[in-house]
Nanobody, 124 residues
Framework: QVQLVESGGGLVQAGGSLRLSCAAS????????MDWFRQTPGKEREFVAA????????YYADSVKGRFTISRDNAKNTVYLQMNSLKPEDTAVYYC?????????????????WGQGTQVTVSS
């Protein structure tokens, strides 16, 4: 079975930084890539950041481009999201999600495993 666990969320002032982590459990997690989404109450889950398995190509939502950076440590089955210059509108529950390596990133429907999420709150 596959389990994804996010960590690193918390409360931060506007302009501050946080680094989120998501680790996949077990050694059966092969052939998947983990990316990042976020969701606020009453809104649809939205794409935040994705990358190829090697990290050689990245994708970002326009709202976070230039401020967030996705990276991964494949040896540890872990993906990271470095969030800088945080804004109150970044407040959300952040989720990591896994897709098959060959699956197109960014589309929610292409992700087959989801973590439980970690809360990020940015105060003004």
């Amino acid at each position: 079975q596959v389990q994804l666990v996010e960590s690193g969320g918390g409360l931060v002032q506007a302009g501050g930084s946080l680094r989120l982590s998501c680790a996949a459990s077990g050694r059966t997690f092969v052939g998947y890539v983990m990316d990042w989404f976020r969701q606020t109450p009453g809104k649809e889950r939205e794409f935040v950041a994705a990358s190829s398995w090697s990290g050689g190509i990245t994708y970002y939502a326009d709202s976070v481009k230039g401020r967030f950076t996705i990276s991964r440590d494949n040896a540890k089955n872990t993906v990271y999201l470095q969030m800088n210059s945080l804004k109150p509108e970044d407040t959300a529950v952040y989720y990591c999600a896994a897709r098959r390596i060959r699956a197109t990133p960014k589309d929610v429907g292409n992700y087959v495993y989801w973590g439980q999420g970690t809360q990020v709150t940015v105060s003004s």
